[in-house]
C-alpha cells in the first residue's frame, strides 16, 4: 500500500547510489540507468535521501488521500483495507505513535534560581552526575570499635544517569552491540544485551553489561550471568505489555543462533509470560536463585512494563528483593510488536515515575530500591524531568539507535533496516562501523551530559541526588488538576 | 494570601551563636547585642533565639513551649497533654509588652515527663515517645504550636526584628551556656510566629541561613521516615534530617555533616587514607538523599553542644571565632566583634567542614 512517494530532480547524476543504498527495493534501475520508483515499497528510512550526493531524491507523504473522516482517518481505512486482504495482525516497530495521547514530559517546566539563591556555573564548579544504583540498607552497622561497616549491597555506578536499553542480538546486529558496549565502557556506563544472549567476542565489556533473562531464557548460561555488571530479569517491556516476543527463524542463523542458543532457522519465541513466574512470590525465587548463582555478588534488576496497576507491582517487586526496578513505559520501542498492542496498551513513564516513586515513598521502601525509566526519553531535558520526578536514571533505546543512523522509520520488524541497525543482513549489517557508531553514542551521552550540568547549575543544584524527586523543580503547563496531582506538581505561575 | 506552610516563602537571614565550652551560663544579652548588630540581614518578618542550660531546676523535664490561637486549643492541648505526660509545672512565659510587637498569641511553658504506664506500652523510648506527642500536637490540634520540647532548653521566637524579640521575651533574665539567634528576612509572608526559627524537635535546634535547592528532594525523603513538612521552610527540613540521622540511625554530628554536606566526588577519590575513602563514599551512598545543595550556612544546637556547618561550595558567609572557653559563629564578623573586640582567633570554617564545640566535661555527640 502506498504511503510515501518518492521523487527526484533535475540534479540527479544517474549515479544509481539510491538504488544500491535501498533495502526495501523502493528504488531499481532499468537497463538504460534510468531510475524505477516503486512508491508502495517505500518506508521513507531515508537512506536514500542522506546518500544521494546530488541532493535530488524527495520522499514525501503520498499527497493522494482517502476523503478525509473524522472518525476514520487515512490509516484507519488504510489498515481495515490490508487486514482485509491478508486477515493478519498488524505488525510495527519502534515506540507507539498514538498523537492523542500527549508527550507529558512536554508540559513540563524545569526552575532556575533568581535572587534569592544564586546559579552555579558548571564551568567553575563542580557539577556531579555520577549516581550509584541497586539497594540500600535500613541501618548503618558499625564495628566494636564503632567504625561504619560497608554493609551496602552491590551497586552499579554510573557517571552520567543514563543507560543503553535492552536491545537484542538477532533483532539488532552485532555491530550496534558492539557500539553500544565499546561507549558504555568509555562512558561509564551500561549496555545491556536484551533477550538474545551475550556474543563472546563482546565478553572483554562485562564491567559495563547488564545482562538479560527474558521468558524465553535464549542463551542465558551461568557464564552468561557472570560475564555481567548486573542482571535484568525482563518481565516486559513498553511497546507490548503482556506479550512474548518473536524472532523468525530467518533470522537464527549462524552467530545468532549460537549466541541464542537455538536451533538455526527455527523460530525463537519468547513466552508472554516467565512460565515460572505466575506470581510475585515465584518473583521472588528467581531473583533470589540469580543472586545464587552470581554469588550476590551482582545487583539484579527487574524490567517490566508501565501499567495501569505499575505503583502496587513495583512495590512487590521491591519487596522480591531485586535491587533496581526498571519501568518502560508506554512509548518504549521495540523490534516488533503488534501494533494495536504497542498502540494502546500501558501509560506513559511520566505518570509510571512519578506514582511509583510516590507509592515506595509512602511505603517508606523507596530507598531501598533504584527506578531506572525508559520509554521515549529524547533528550537531557527529558532526562532532567524523569529524575526530577523520581527516577534514579534512565535508559534509552530508541535515541542511541538515533545516533547510530536510525530514522524511526518504524520497519525494524521487516528485517531489512537500511541503516545496517535491525537487520541481520551482512550487506546491510557492514553499513554501521561499530567504531564510529561508538564515537557517535559518546559524542551524544556528553553532549546531554553537558545539558544536564547547565540545566542542574541554572537551578542551584549541583548533585544531581539533589535533583531526584525533587518536584518543587517542575511546573506544569496545559494538564488539569488530575494530572498535577499523580505527577505531584504545581502549576506554572502556583 | 496563603500561611507559610501553605506555600513555600524563600528567606535571606542572619544567624548568631555563643558557646560557653567550660558550662559558665550567661544571660541573653550578649547574643541579642550581637544578633541586633545585623539588623539590617532581617526585615522586622521573624526573630528568634535558642537557650540551652536555662532551666536547671527542671533539668530532667522536657520543657515545652507552646504558642496557642485561642483558649480553646490550649485546654485542648492541655487535655492532651494530661493523658500522656505528668505536668510538673505550667505557666504563661512572662512577656514583656513591646509596640515592636504585635499580635502575640498565647505562648505557655510546660516542664512535663511522660507517664510511666504509658510510655511502657508505647513501648518507645522517652524521647521518641515525646517526640510523636509533639508532633501529634502540630498536626492535629487547631491553633495549637510547639515551639520547643527540649530538656533544659527552650525557644523564644516571634514576628519582629530580633532585638524586640529578645526584649519582649525577657531574655536577659534567662542564663544559659550556649545560645543561637536568627534573625530573618522572607521574601514574603503573612507573618506566622511558628514560621519564624530557631526550629527545634526535643534538644536539637537549627537557625539557617540560605535557600536550598534539593529542598524537595530532602523534604520527600524526610518525610519516608515519618516526618511531616508542615512549615515547607528549610529549617524545618534540615531539622528533621538531623534528628532522623543521629536519634534514628545512631550517627554522630560530624558523620551528619558528611552526609548533607557531602564532600565531592572528586575529593573522596583524592583522599589518600582507604578507610576514610571507604567511609565518605558509603556515607554518601547510603544517605545520598540527604545530601543539601544550595547556599545554607546553619548552627546546630543540641544538649551540651553546637555546631556550625556551611553547604560545601561555602555559598552563605559564616564567621567562628574563640575566647578563652567561649567560643562565637555569627553570618557577620562585626557581630562577634561587638561581644568579643579582641578574640584569640578569628576564621572562616571552609566549605562542608563542621565546627563542633562541646562542653568540656561532657563527650561529644
Ligand atoms: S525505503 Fe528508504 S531508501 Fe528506499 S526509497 Fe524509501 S526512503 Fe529511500
Ligand atoms: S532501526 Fe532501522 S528499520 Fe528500525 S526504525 Fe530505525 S531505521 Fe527503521
Redesign the interface.
Known sequence: MRRYRIRKDDSCVSCLRCVSECSFGAITASENRTLVFHHDKCVDCQRCVSFCPAGAIYITEDENRFRENSVFRKDDISEIILQAETGGVLLSSMGAREKNIPVYFDRMLLNA?QV???S?DPLR??M?T?V?IGQ??E??Q?DKEG??I?N?PP?LELKTPILFAAMSYGAISLNVHKALAAAAEELGTYWNTGEGGLHESLYPYKENTIVQVASGRFGVHETYLNTAAAIEIKIGQGAKPGIGGHLTGRKIIGDVSRTRMVPEGLDAISPAPHHDIYSIEDLAQLVMSIKEATHYRKPVMVKVAAVHNIAPIASGIARSGADIISIDGYRGGTGAAPKRIRDNVGIPIEFAIAAVDQRL?EE?I??RVSIIASGGIRNSADTVKAIALGADAVSIGTAALCALGCHICASCHTGRCAWGIATQDPELTKRLDPEKGAKRLVNLMNAWTREIKEIMGG?????I?????????LRGVALNEKELEILGIRYAGE | MKKEGEV?I???CAISGIFCRDGRRITGEAIKKSIKVMHNRSNGLGGGFAGYGIYPQYKDYYALHVFYDSQTSREETERFLDRRFDIINLSKIPVRQTSAIADAPLIWRYFVSPLPHMLQDSQLDEDEYTSLAMIRINDSIDGAYVVSCGKDMGVFKAVGYPEDVADFYRIEEYEGYSWTAHGRYP?NTPGWWAGSHPFSLLDLTVVHN?????????R??V???GYSCNLLTDTEVITYILDYLTRK???TLE?CSHVIA?P???TIAATEDE?ER??LS??R??F??F?????FSILVGFSGGMMALNDR?K?RSLVAAEKGHTVYFSSEEAAIRVIEDNPDRIWAPRGGEAVIVTLEKEAGR
Open positions: 534560581s534569592t539563591n544564586p552555579i564548579e563542580p556531579e555520577a550509584f540500600r540498607p541501618k548503618i558499625r567504625r561504619l560497608n551496602l551497586h515513598r517508606k523507596r530507598d537551578m542551584g543544584i549541583n548533585s541526588e539533589a535533583l531526584r524527586g525533587n518536584r518543587m523543580a | 513555600r524563600s528567606s535571606g521574601t540560605g535557600e536550598i535547592s534539593s529542598y524537595d528532594a530532602n520527600r525523603a518525610e519516608m521516615y540511625q545512631g550517627l558523620e557531602a565531592f566526588w572528586s578507610d571507604n567511609r558509603y556515607m551512598n547510603m545520598s538523599s545530601l543539601i545543595t544550595g547556599p561550595l555559598l
